[in-house]
């Protein structure tokens, strides 16, 4: 078969193995021809945590038996969403795309906002002090929760989603009407700025780079590796690279 008709290209390590270094094992007899071919290949992990581990992993590798080695690392890029604020690198997001996208808003500013509009939409009956700031702070996790998915607010109140909840229906209506009036208000700030939430840029991202490398496979080899997370847009993103002609998941 050519390189194209192959099926996805899917591994997986054993439970009772270090992650880490089994991955590493196995990358550099595969991709380390020659002192440029680890530099070639392009690492997709799920967080900055992750990012060290390997990095220590691939040091650790180069300089077992006493004889350290030198090391040109694999370009790696944060694509997962453990931590909404880590950026995926320029990788995924480079200079001068011709597809632009806009900035993400700053997480501190939106959480005092968030805490604002509460106020603005509740009156006297709103928390105050600390409390106001942690009901703002699990409203804008919320929304980050929902993006990631790909849920709209609106679905929550579908019927098959009220059927679930049950006894509790009149109470999770009303909880998540006033959550869509503080959406609402907080995305009409973000269109008079000209941005959006931090995890909508990265599926724009994701979704980005999966069209782009399906109809254009890189030349150099991409890995996913250890990434956990079945958000839409990443799955359709680790789909594509497990087709690509030199991926791997």
Not at 39 to 58: D, G
Not at 118 to 143: S, V
Request: a neutral charge.
């Amino acid at each position: 078969m050519s390189e194209r008709d192959k099926g996805p290209q899917i591994y997986s390590i054993a439970a009772h193995r270090g992650f880490a270094d089994a991955l590493v094992a196995g990358l550099i007899p595969r991709y380390g021809d020659g002192e440029l071919g680890l530099a070639r290949l392009t690492l997709l992990v799920p967080s900055q945590r992750a990012l060290r581990t390997i990095t220590e992993a691939f040091v650790r590798a180069f300089g077992a038996g006493g004889t350290a080695r030198g090391l040109l690392m694999p370009r790696m890029a944060v694509a997962g969403d453990l931590d909404l604020d880590e950026a995926l690198g320029s990788l995924l997001d480079p200079l001068g795309a011709e597809e632009a996208i806009a900035p993400a808003a700053n997480p501190t500013r939106r959480w005092l906002r968030l805490a604002a509009f509460i106020t603005e939409l509740e009156g006297d009956e709103a928390p105050k002090g600390a409390a106001l700031l942690r009901r703002a702070f699990e409203a804008g996790r919320t929304m980050d929760r929902l993006a990631v998915e790909g849920v709209s607010p609106a679905q929550l109140l579908e019927p098959d989603v009220l059927a679930v909840v049950g006894d509790q229906a009149r109470h999770w209506i009303d909880s998540t009407a006033g959550f869509l009036k503080l959406q609402a208000c907080w995305q009409a700030e973000l269109e008079a700025r000209g941005e959006i939430d931090a995890p909508v840029r990265r599926n724009l991202l994701l979704e980005r780079a999966a069209r782009l490398w399906s109809e254009a496979p890189p030349a150099h080899p991409i890995v996913a590796v250890g990434v956990p997370s079945a958000s839409p847009a990443l799955a359709k993103l680790l789909r594509v690279v497990s087709q690509l002609p030199r991926g791997a998941v």
